[in-house]
């Protein structure tokens, strides 16, 4: 079974265990009152779309009265469909009618309502079952491509995994007494690609220490502050990428991020993106930390971004991005190293980005024809305790021009590039949260 057949069997079993969920708290939690259960028998579910639908509903068959119920009645007259009046007994005596009021009852929507109550339940349900499927956990070493003595895993949130190990085949020219080739030899090992994180305030920071080392952390819990500078070398770590229903465990050595980039101002999902390169991949059968824990998720929304510019928050910056590189050199390979990568060091810490902004002034046209030097925060606030900011004290803005492309307001789109005038940290970042420590 692959990894995204197990993937799709955990989500129908979400699916299924929802819907009973749903289900039995209907059963259970309503106004009618019980009388010979036949309402009750009558909740049922169905599960369609190859297992990825569930349908919570009253079987008419069971109790054809339920939809009344569970609807309501509107209050209406009655008046007689084949006779002059309407005719019904009470006690000993038949009772004559032209027309009589029915006063209706109010809706019971115990299925709605239950929907409503296990909304909770339901991402619990969801988060249980993919977390059986896939996982990813990853430790600092305590040397480059050399696992801690003692572990320290931290199952970290993920949108997608991609890291991979690459390996060449070297040809051979060897000629024998046939036309046939001869076998290749293993070449080197490579270990590379993007790790996609939602954007959050209390996991990322892991991601952040691995991509400029450990944070000055300050304040009084349960409220502190993180501080990451650039710093002359950074930590690797180990990543696995764990498939528990399979009983496999993936494990890559001497990773470090090479690369980070976040887009915000748009109207989907924020994400951080992580380039990674590494040494080594191992598989083993048994987890790399049984006792990992797992890193709380406190989501960024878009609406949380804010920019400034020297001090002064924008009103007219549509959306951007922020783009940190730590232009690692993946081409580090030693003879005795079976292949693999020796190491792979730090080079130039490099940031840039761009702004899509509506052109009010020619204030940013004019820093970018004279080269004057400007500086921006890029921030996400949630509250007094809990934001993200990316603080970069020197920045320059590429030469645009503004372009009409017809009737509707001019937007620009400004690229930048951070530098570091005085030898400090070219960009600061400053984490808030409730996190002790990273």
């Known amino acids: 079974m692959s990894v995204i057949d197990i993937f799709r069997r955990n989500l129908r079993l979400a699916v299924t265990a929802s ?19 036949r309402l009750k028998d009558a909740v049922q579910t169905a599960i369609g779309g190859s297992g990825m639908e569930a349908r919570v509903y009253l079987d008419g068959n069971i109790a054809p009265y339920g939809v009344f119920i569970h609807k309501g009645i509107r ?4 008046f007689p469909k084949r006779r002059k009046a309407l005719r019904w007994v009470d006690g000993n005596k038949f009772l004559f009618a032209r027309r009589v009021h029915f006063p209706g ?16 339940t339901i991402v619990r349900i969801f988060d249980r079952y993919t977390e059986r499927a896939l996982q990813m956990v990853i430790d600092f070493e305590s040397s480059f491509g050399v696992s801690p003595t003692t572990k320290k895993g931290v199952a970290l949130p993920m949108n997608s995994n991609e890291l991979s190990k690459a390996q060449t085949l070297i ?24 790790i996609e994180m939602p954007a959050d305030y209390v996991s990322s920071g892991y991601m952040l220490k691995a991509l400029f080392g450990d944070p000055k952390t300050t304040g009084t819990a349960p409220n502190k502050t993180h501080v990451f500078t650039v710093k002359d070398t950074q930590p690797s770590i180990v990543v696995e990428k764990a498939f528990p229903d399979l009983g496999k465990y993936v494990r890559y050595k001497g990773v470090k991020i090479n690369t980070f980039s976040v887009d915000f101002g748009q109207d989907n999902e924020m994400t951080f993106k992580f380039g990674v390169m590494g040494a080594s991949r191992e598989q ?34 549509k959306e951007g991005s922020l783009e940190i590189s730590a232009n690692l050199d993946g081409d580090q390979y030693v003879v005795g190293g079976g292949g693999l990568r020796g190491d792979i060091p730090e080079g130039l810490m490099k940031v840039s980005g761009s702004l899509k902004a509506l052109f009010v002034s020619t204030d940013w046209m004019d820093k970018a024809d004279t080269g004057t030097a400007a500086s921006m925060e890029i921030g996400f606030k949630l509250d007094a305790n809990t934001s993200l900011v990316f603080a970069l004290p020197s920045v320059q803005f ?38 002790e420590a990273y």
């Open 19 to 37: 819907a009973i969920e749903v289900a039995t708290t209907a059963k259970m939690d309503h106004r009618y009152q019980q009388r010979n259960g």
């Open 75 to 78: 209050a209406h007259d009655i």
């Open 105 to 120: 009852w109010a809706a019971d929507p115990f299925i709605y309502d239950a929907l409503e109550a296990n909304r909770e």
């Open 171 to 194: 040809e051979s020219d060897t000629i024998t007494n046939t036309r046939n080739d001869t076998q290749p030899a293993l070449g080197r090992v490579s270990v590379d690609g993007d």
């Open 284 to 317: 083993d059968g048994t987890p790399y930390d049984a006792a990992a824990k797992a890193a709380k998720l406190l989501r960024i929304a878009q609406n949380h971004a804010y920019v400034k510019i020297d001090g002064t928050e924008s009103r007219i910056v």
């Open 398 to 435: 590429e030469p645009f021009d503004a372009q009409i492309s017809g009737p509707a307001g001019v937007v620009i789109d400004v690229k930048w590039r951070a530098f570091s005038a005085d030898g400090a940290s070219i960009v600061t970042v400053t984490l808030k949260n409730q996190q």
